[in-house]
Nanobody, 121 residues
Framework: QVQLVESGGGLVQPGGSLRLSCVAS????????MGWYRQAPGKQRELVAS???????NYADSVKGRFTISRDNAKNTVYLQMNSLKPEDTAVYYC???????????????WGQGTQVTVSS
């Protein structure tokens, strides 16, 4: 079974930085896209950033200029560099990937367990 594991969350003061990592492991034939979502208590889960293989990154308007998504294809890892963090960035951040476990099998979405990011003074 495909597994996504996030790391790098924690407590940071406003204006600080964090770098999140997500590693995909298990039966993987190809990864078409990877991305980051976040969900605050009482709110809908929202897309933060995504990166399609061979394409350009996409960002939510609220994080443009502050967050950067990148990927290490050889390690099946995606990163989210978060700078100039604000209290409204506080949420559980989830890694998402569109993965085909076998060749000729259509890809499906997989989710990590999430990592908590808290921005507070």
């Amino acid at each position: 079974q495909v597994q996504l594991v996030e790391s790098g969350g924690g407590l940071v003061q406003p204006g600080g930085s964090l770098r999140l990592s997500c590693v995909a492991s298990g039966r993987i034939s190809s990864i078409n896209a990877m991305g980051w979502y976040r969900q605050a208590p009482g709110k809908q889960r929202e897309l933060v950033a995504s990166l399609v293989s061979g394409g350009s990154p996409n960002y939510a308007d609220s994080v443009k200029g502050r967050f950067t998504i990148s990927r290490d294809n050889a390690k099946n890892t995606v990163y989210l560099q978060m700078n100039s963090l604000k209290p409204e960035d506080t949420a559980v951040y989830y890694c998402n990937a569109d993965i085909a476990p076998y060749i000729f099998v259509p890809p499906q979405d997989y989710w990590g367990q999430g990592t908590q990011v808290t921005v507070s003074s």
